[in-house]
């Protein structure tokens, strides 16, 4: 029996990922988790095969939560739901992560065929997820929009810099380089841009 696990933002009623997944005889829809601090700790406690996140949060705001997710739950495979038309929302160019990418609208047969795939150990990423990844230019590299999103959240250097396991000058210098090249006055300027570009939630 494949364990699932939904995980989602407060107040965000997406993709019906429970009615879809309890029809298969396969699988044990398990508890709908909101995203938050002590996310991993509980996701841990309910021993899921597979995590299915479903959410407005921007790729990038959700690598960090699925780095702690796997951290929690070695064993763990994990599936985001992306929309294709929101560019923030595209899977990463160079991804070695244990993140896994599907289309939200996809249909309750393709999610569960997803959900066996990853229970096996495969890799699951949408072809049309990847073929928009490839034909979009984003400007910010993955770890950039890592370090911007957690600054987006309120995070101080020293904090996104224990979330990344990064030192507070490498936290720095990302931010130098993301003022750069967005061509911001500072750190919130370049929130706002990255917004506008629709990098970030």
Request: some cysteine; aromatic content about 6%.
């Amino acid at each position: 029996m494949i364990r699932v696990v939904v995980v989602r933002d407060e107040g965000y009623f997406g993709v019906p990922v429970r009615a879809f997944l309890e029809t298969a005889p396969d699988m044990h829809y398990v508890d709908t988790l909101p995203i938050g601090g002590d996310l991993a700790q509980r996701a841990a406690q309910l021993w899921p095969s597979v995590v299915v996140i479903d959410t407005q949060y921007m790729v990038s705001q959700v690598l960090p939560i699925a780095d702690e997710l796997h951290s929690a739950i070695p064993s763990c495979s994990m599936l985001l739901l992306c929309d294709p038309s929101k560019r923030g929302m595209l899977p990463p160019r160079r991804w070695n992560g244990g993140l896994n990418f599907l289309i939200k609208d996809t249909s309750p047969a393709s999610l569960a065929d997803a959900v066996r795939r990853l229970a096996r150990g495969e890799r699951v990423v949408s072809p049309m997820l990847q073929a928009a990844s490839l034909n979009t230019d984003r400007g910010l590299s993955t770890r950039e929009l890592e370090v911007l999103g957690l600054a987006a959240e309120g995070e101080s250097v020293k904090e996104i810099a224990g979330r990344l396991y990064l030192s507070g000058g490498t936290v720095r210098n990302y931010l130098s380089a993301i003022i750069s090249k967005t061509g911001a006055r500072n750190r919130l300027d370049a929130i706002r841009i990255a917004r506008k570009q629709g990098w970030l939630r």
